[in-house]
């Protein structure tokens, strides 16, 4: 199994000044996906499975966005403009294009080429914030597709039946959205099975919580894999 965790990171190195951010504005979850990271380490832990995570803000590059898109270097972010974004040079972009996508996108390319004939899923894990533009969001975990529906729809069928989570389709995004980048770039590019899971990350902040959402997260991803078969798609 391959888990993924694109935004994984606030960090942006020195000669970008911050882009111009308030410290609370660059450690904020428009930078990163907080405690998405310590979850999929735990989960990779327990599932044996290989993790590849971004190590960069996604202020700087959103590494589950293709290059061409306008908001894989965003110049605005929920209520943040992000001044070191604005006017930047095909050049510049180009550049962190080099620096920050293409060594992550090769480096996942790289496991899957070396593992496919064994890989069975490639899981991504997100976090978001349980308050986008002023809107309360109900959902606190997520189950999102690309292209390739099949482990999502397997996941919401097998959902455990006594979970205290408010568990939803395609919430608080979809493909449409412009998330599905990873899924359908090396997911379903190799006939390989994909999810993102998402997760209120209200419910993921203390090393507990971390704890036990990735218990809860693993048995179910567990529980899905013994009811599908690979590849024909789910039995």
């Not at 899924?183 to 190799?190: E, K, R, S, V």
Request: hydrophobic fraction near 45%; aromatic fraction near 6%; glycine fraction near 4%.
């Amino acid at each position: 199994m391959l888990i993924v965790c694109e935004h994984a990171s606030a960090h942006i190195p020195s000669e970008f000044n911050q882009l111009g951010l308030s410290n609370d504005a660059a450690n904020s979850h428009v930078a990163w996906d907080p405690g998405a990271l310590p979850v999929a380490q735990r989960i990779a832990a327990d599932l044996d499975a290989v993790l590849v995570y971004g190590t960069m803000s996604r202020l700087l590059y959103d590494c589950n966005r293709p290059p061409e898109a306008p908001s894989a270097i965003p110049t605005r972010s929920e209520v943040f403009d992000i001044p070191g974004n604005a006017r930047l040079t095909a050049a510049e972009r180009e550049a962190r294009v080099a620096r920050i996508y293409t060594p992550f996108s090769e480096a996942l390319a790289d496991e899957i080429a070396c593992h496919l004939e064994t890989l069975k899923l490639m899981v991504t894990i997100h976090s978001f914030t349980p308050v986008f533009n002023g809107v309360a969001r109900e959902a606190e975990i997520g189950v999102l597709h690309g292209e390739d529906a099949r482990f999502a729809h397997a996941m919401m069928q097998s959902k455990p039946q006594d979970a205290h989570f408010r568990i939803r389709l395609n919430e608080p995004y979809a493909a449409v959205d412009g998330v599905a980048h990873t899924l359908d770039q090396h997911g379903q590019a190799n006939d390989l099975p994909s999810v993102m899971i998402e997760i209120r990350n209200d419910l993921i902040s203390t090393d507990a919580d971390q704890r036990a959402m990735a218990l809860f997260l693993t048995d179910w991803v567990k529980q899905t894999l013994d009811q599908v078969s690979y590849r024909g798609g789910v039995a």
